[in-house]
């Protein structure tokens, strides 16, 4: 999972010409979800957002607070082109988790953020449609967070190890391909 997360002093999301859903300080979070992403993953964003360093503590000190101390909203919008590969100047994204996998995903995502702070703190676009995102970024202050990369097996020695890394990473890239 990659997130684009941006301090803001106010964002809302528009779809069709309506704004769906606003927020005023806080964070707008772009969410781009690989086809081989787990729970784990969503585990691990979701604690970042919530947990990073990057408001103000009242008295000027930065980087003292983070969006739950300081009682902000956080918008979430799905854009599965932060997963994009260039084929050329042709953007391709095989590496994104298709449609209704992703929606599934991405909703269990958004209710694990609920769960784990204020629900109605929490906001989001709409899945899938055509949005205008607008961001009055606070800094402006932008943060790209991605989850780690799985463990390998440390079983393997020497070269035994170096063939079964290339040969996992290879059927990791298999796996986001498909």
């Known amino acids: 999972?990659?997130?684009?997360?941006?301090?803001?002093?106010?964002?809302?999301?528009?779809?069709?010409?309506?704004?769906?859903?606003?927020?005023?300080?806080?964070?707008?979070?772009?969410?781009?979800?690989?086809?081989?992403d787990t729970v784990k993953d969503m585990e691990y964003i979701v604690k970042k957002i919530l947990s990073?360093?990057?408001?103000?503590?009242g008295t000027n000190k930065r980087w003292k607070k983070n969006v739950v101390e300081s009682q902000f909203e956080v918008l979430c919008v799905s854009q599965f082109t932060l997963y994009n590969t260039w084929k050329g100047t042709k953007p391709d994204f095989h590496h994104a988790m298709p449609g209704e996998?992703?929606?599934?995903?991405?909703?269990?995502?958004?209710?694990?953020?609920?769960?784990?702070?204020?629900?109605?703190?929490?906001?989001?676009?709409?899945?899938?449609a055509y949005m205008q995102v607008c961001i009055?970024?606070?800094?402006?202050?932008?943060?790209?967070?991605?989850?780690?990369?799985?463990?390998?097996?440390?079983s393997h020695k020497g070269d035994a190890k170096k063939s079964?890394?290339?040969?996992?990473?290879?059927?990791?890239?298999d796996d986001c391909k498909s």
Do not use: H, W
């Open 101 to 128: 996998k992703s929606k599934e995903f991405y909703e269990k995502f958004l209710q694990m953020l609920r769960d784990q702070y204020k629900p109605d703190k929490i906001k989001d676009g709409e899945f899938g």
């Open 1 to 36: 999972m990659k997130a684009l997360i941006q301090r803001v002093m106010n964002a809302s999301v528009t779809v069709n010409g309506e704004i769906i859903s606003s927020i005023e300080q806080g964070v707008c979070v772009l969410i781009g979800i690989c086809n081989n």
């Open 136 to 154: 009055q970024n606070d800094g402006p202050v932008t943060f790209a967070i991605e989850s780690p990369i799985k463990e390998q097996d440390k």
């Open 164 to 173: 079964s890394l290339v040969n996992s990473n290879e059927n990791v890239l």
């Open 52 to 57: 990073i360093k990057i408001f103000d503590d």
